[in-house]
């Protein structure tokens, strides 16, 4: 009997010590990572532990409910089950997505943004960490968009100036 305790102890070390077969893996590339609001960003990863169709993806930043909201609609956060989904190749387990940021509901903010990826649909604060992966993504300003100029208080004053002139000189023409 005494014998068996060391056996067991040892057993039990090599059980602990082994890596548990199925864990689930996730990776995720953003690229590029500093890009332009109305841009696309390509994110692409793998899937390893599990067979599954498809990951969820959400992105959290500036502005954005604190839970992640889908990629395409800023405005709804993906606890209430909006969630943006790509397709997993199931022969490598690898996944593509293009995120079109020209063509989203709500407003990119310039700054600094984290996309997540998830094996299941839960919102951030719900999935544990072997489950998921992350990537940051710093947005600039849109090269197209440029600080509004501010109209002179004196603008529409002259535009009535002027519309009073040809107003009157096309009175003074007829008489």
Known sequence: MHHVW?????SAVLLLAAPA???IGM???ATPEDVAVGDTV???GTVTGINTIAVYLFVTGPGLDPRGVA?????????????TTAPVNMENGTW?????????????????YTVHVVSSPVERLRFSEGESAMAGVTFRPSPGTRAETPVSPVLPFAAL?????LFVGTWLKRA
């Open 21 to 23: 077969s199925g864990a």
């Open 6 to 10: 060391p056996l067991l102890l040892v």
């Open 96 to 112: 593509t997505y293009q995120w079109d940021t020209s063509v989203i509901l709500g407003t990119l903010k310039p700054g600094n």
């Open 27 to 29: 990776t995720i590339d």
């Open 71 to 83: 990629l395409d609609n800023l405005n709804i956060p993906s606890s209430r089950g909006l969630i």
């Open 161 to 165: 100036g002027i519309a009073g002139m």
């Open 42 to 44: 390509r994110l692409s």
